[in-house]
């Protein structure tokens, strides 16, 4: 049953420019460093068995890779969690693709079967520790049988694996969206962002824009938990900018609420009151161009609760007259 994590994907890489970016990416194939967009096809992923039964695959895709045996099928899964079983799963898929080309007539009565590539994109935190061979799911064949089981081998795209080593600039698009969903601070975004950004100006997909920037408000609402995220990528950067004059300040911002979060239960220490009336001055200083007597006063004489009230509304969008109206 797929997440709407997982769905998530699905909505990404539903676009020929994303799908390019991450065979081209994330395989070692010459074919895939090749491709363009024009060689990319969707094709449909549901099968109805000769029975009537329905299964359907996350994702396929036709690439035409220009080699002498031309078509590829690329089966895309996308997991949010491990699967025991996945390498049965694509074994079925792989064969209600084939089953399914047969009778379309897609293929030549003489001709051969496609090349199909089995592609698993894992988007968990837990380790993958799943078997890629299907053979393996079965070691305990008769004497003599091992030869005449089903074999299939998937590859796995680990996010998080990819994320931990990865060190420079990404390599590409996908590559940038992958580390921004498993940065592990704030300080990570900025250049990530950025690098986005520059890529989708290059491109003349509205839509696929769209759909990479809901993705990116989705995720970043995630790691930056109490800041409420809106409109284009160039907007997000604009309003972080715009609320903390530095990443390193929404840094200590996400590290302050991580900390009233464990406080509540710990008990609220004096630190975390300090470091919320700071981002209160600095937050009235950007609104306002100063910082009011009477409204200082209030922040320093505020506690914890009330001031992480009034740092969410000015956080959110509100202005320090509005936040600091008189009562």
Not at 32 to 37: D, M
Not at 119 to 141: H, I, K, M, Q, T
Request: proline residues 6%; neutral net charge; aromatic residues 8%.
């Amino acid at each position: 049953m797929h997440t709407d994590h997982d769905t998530s994907y699905k909505q990404l890489f539903a676009h020929a420019e994303l799908l390019r970016e991450l065979l081209a990416g994330f395989l070692p194939f010459a074919w895939a460093r090749r491709l363009n967009i024009q060689n990319c096809t969707r094709h449909n992923a549901s099968y109805a068995s000769d029975t009537g039964h329905q299964r359907h695959d996350d994702m396929v895709w036709r690439v035409r890779t220009g080699a002498p045996v031309d078509d590829v099928y690329v089966l895309l899964e996308f997991q949010s969690q491990p699967d025991r079983w996945m390498a049965s799963r694509m074994q079925v898929y792989a064969g209600l693709l084939h089953q399914e080309l047969l009778k379309e007539g897609t293929l030549a009565p003489t001709g051969d079967l496609p090349a199909v590539l089995p592609l698993v994109v894992y988007s968990g935190s837990e380790p993958w520790n799943a078997c890629r061979e299907l053979a393996d799911l079965a070691p305990r064949a008769l004497r003599g049988l091992r030869g005449h089981q089903p074999t299939l081998r998937y590859r796995l795209i680990d996010q998080a694996a990819y994320a931990a080593r990865a060190q420079g600039p990404p390599s590409n698009v996908v590559a940038a969206l992958f580390r921004l969903a498993r940065m592990s601070s704030v300080t990570e975004m900025p250049p990530l962002l950025d690098y986005i950004s520059r890529w989708l100006e290059k491109q003349a997909n509205p839509a696929m824009s769209e759909t990479v920037e809901h993705w990116l408000r989705a995720h970043s609402q995630r790691e930056l938990d109490g800041i409420s995220i809106a409109g284009t990528i160039r907007e997000v950067r604009a309003m972080h900018n715009r609320k903390f004059a530095t990443f390193e300040e929404l840094y200590e911002y996400e590290a302050i609420q991580k900390g009233i979060k464990q406080g509540r239960q710990e008990g609220i220490q004096q630190g975390l009151q300090q470091g919320l009336q700071r981002i209160a001055y600095r937050l009235v200083q950007r609104g306002l161009g100063c910082i009011p007597g009477d409204i200082a006063a209030r922040i320093s004489l505020a506690p914890p609760d009330q001031l992480q009230d009034w740092c969410d509304r000015l956080v959110d969008g509100a202005s320090p007259a509005e936040v600091f109206q008189a009562r």
